[in-house]
C-alpha cells in the first residue's frame, strides 16, 4: 500500500495539483469573468437597477414568438428568456437547430429585432473564468481531456485510500505538526492538509466521475438510444421523466403566454425566467415555464433545479409541477442532480464557495506537499531506484516540482495580466490569452530545468509574488480603477479578485523569502554496497 501510495501519487500528482488550482478558481469563475469584463460594468450595474423596474413581459413575449415565427418555424423546441439576470436585462431566445445543436440569439427588448454578434463590442473579448471551468475538467480539450482528468481523478481515489491504510496514526499524525524538520515537516504537511480536507477530497473525486458518467461509459446510453449528442440527450430526457410528445401535424398558434406565466409563478413561488415551447405550433404543444432560484432556495436545497410548471398549449391544462430543489425522474435524476449540484457548489451561498475554494486549495497543497514529500526522501537517501538513470530521473522530477506547483500558479496570474495588457480591439483576443497562459506555463518548465532546482523554486515564487501584488496597481494604471473604488460602489467581485491576488503575493513573498534565507542543505552520501570479494 505504501508503494502504491508513493507511485501512482506521484505520477498523477502534478497535473492533479492542475485539476485542483483551477479547479478552485472555478469557483469563482463569475467574478472573475466580471473582473475580466470591466467595460461590462456600467451595463451589469445598469441592469441591476432595472431588474427592479417594472418590464413589459407581456410585450417581451410577443415579440420573441413573433421572431421564432418567422425565422424558425421548424424548429422542435423555443425558449424564451424575458429577463436575463445572467449579463444583461436583456430579451434572449434559444431553438435546437436542425442539427440538434442549441442555438441562441439576443433580441432588442423593444423592437424584438436580433442583436448581431458585436453588439457590445466595446468590451473585450475574453473566456473568463470559464478558462479555469474548461481547464479543470478537460484541459481544453474536448475529445481526449475528459477522459485523461478522469483517469487521474481514478488515481486519485486509489491514492487517497493506500494512504489512509498505510498512516494507521492517521488521526495523531493530524495534531502533530513538527516545524523546521526537513523531511518530517513535510510528511506532517501532507498528513495534516489530507486528513482535514479528507471527506471533501473523497466527495470531489467521486462525483466529478459520476457526473460525467455518460461521457465515461457510452456503450449503454448508445446500445439504448443511439450514438451521438442525440442519443444522449434522449437518455437525460428519460431519466429526467421528460415525456416528448409527438407532433400530431395539426396547427396551433402559441397562446398569449403572460397568464400562463403568472399561473405558474403562483404554483412555483417563483418569479419566471425561461419559459420552453415544445413541439411549437403544433396541437401537442406543450409549455413549460422554469424559476429563477433566490438566495432562500439555494439556503435550503442542495438540487439547484428550480421550481417548474407544464402546461397543456391547446387546452391550459396543468400537465405537471415540482417546487424548488424537486427533480422529475424519481431517484436516479435526483442523485445525478445531488452530484452534480455536489461537485459544483450550486447551493448554500457565498459561505460555501469560499469552503469549496479553501478545501481545493487545501487538495492542491496535499498533492505538492506529497509531491516535494517525494524529492525531500530521495534526495535524503540517494537510493538507486532507476539504476544507473536515477540521478537524471530525480532531476526531472524536480523541474516537474517546479513548473507543476510554482509555474502553474505564474500562468494563472499572467492570464490576468493578459487580460489588461492585451489591446482591446486584438484579433482572436480569446485565443491570445490562452496562448499567454500556455505560453508562460511552457517558459517556467524551462526556467525549472535550465535553473538549479533551488534557484528555480526561489525565482518562480518571485515572480509568483510580484506578479500577484502588482496585479491592483497594473488595473488601476490601464483602467484607472482601483479596490477602494471597488468598495466604495459595492463592486465586491473586482474587489475580491484583487485582494485575493494580494493575499496569495503576500504568502508567496514569504515562501520565497524563506527558501532563500534557509541555508542549503548537505549533500546526501550514498553508501555503497559491500563487495563479497573484499570482504572475504
Known sequence: MAWLHTWVGLWFSWLLFAVFLTGSLAVFSEPITHWMTPEHHAAEALAAQQESAPVDRARRFDLAVDYMRQKHPGAEMWEIWPVNRLHENSLSVYWFNQNGQYAEAELNPATGAEMDDHHDEEGRATMGGTHFVDFHYMLHESRFGLWIVAFATMAMLVALISGVVTHKRIFKD?????????????????????????????MIAYTGIVISSAALMPAPVAAHYGAGMEGTRLYLAEMQGEVKAQRTGLPLAVPKLEPIVAQAEALIG???????????EDSSMRIAVYGWNEDRDTFHNISATTGMAEFLGATGELLRSRPAG??????PAQARQVMGDLHMAHFGGLALQWLYFICGLAGAAMMATGAVLFMVKRRAKAGG?????????????????????????????????????????????VLWELRGFFGIWALMLALAWLCRPRQAWITQLGLLAALCLLLPLMSFMTLGDHVFAQI??????SAGVELTALAFGVLS??????LWKKPLPAPAQRIPRANPEIAA
Request: glycine letters at 10%; proline letters at 3%; aromatic letters at 14%.
Open 174 to 202: 493530524f495534531f502533530t505538526f513538527r516545524a523546521k524538520k526537513g523531511q518530517r515537516s513535510w510528511l506532517d504537511a501532507h498528513n495534516a492538509v489530507a486528513v482535514l480536507t479528507l471527506p471533501f477530497q473523497f
Open 270 to 280: 417563483q418569479t419566471a425566467r425561461a419559459i420552453v415551447i415544445n413541439n411549437p
Open 326 to 331: 424537486g427533480v422529475n425522474g424519481g431517484a
Open 385 to 429: 531506484e532507476f539504476g544507473a538513470a536515477t540521478a537524471r530521473m530525480y532531476r526531472l522530477f524536480e523541474g516537474l516540482n517546479v513548473a507543476a506547483l510554482a509555474g502553474l500558479a505564474v500562468a494563472c496570474v499572467g492570464y490576468f495580466w493578459a487580460n489588461r495588457l492585451l489591446p482591446v480591439a486584438l484579433e482572436n483576443r
Open 488 to 493: 466604495g460602489r459595492g463592486d465586491w467581485e
Open 509 to 514: 513573498a514569504w515562501a520565497a523569502i524563506r
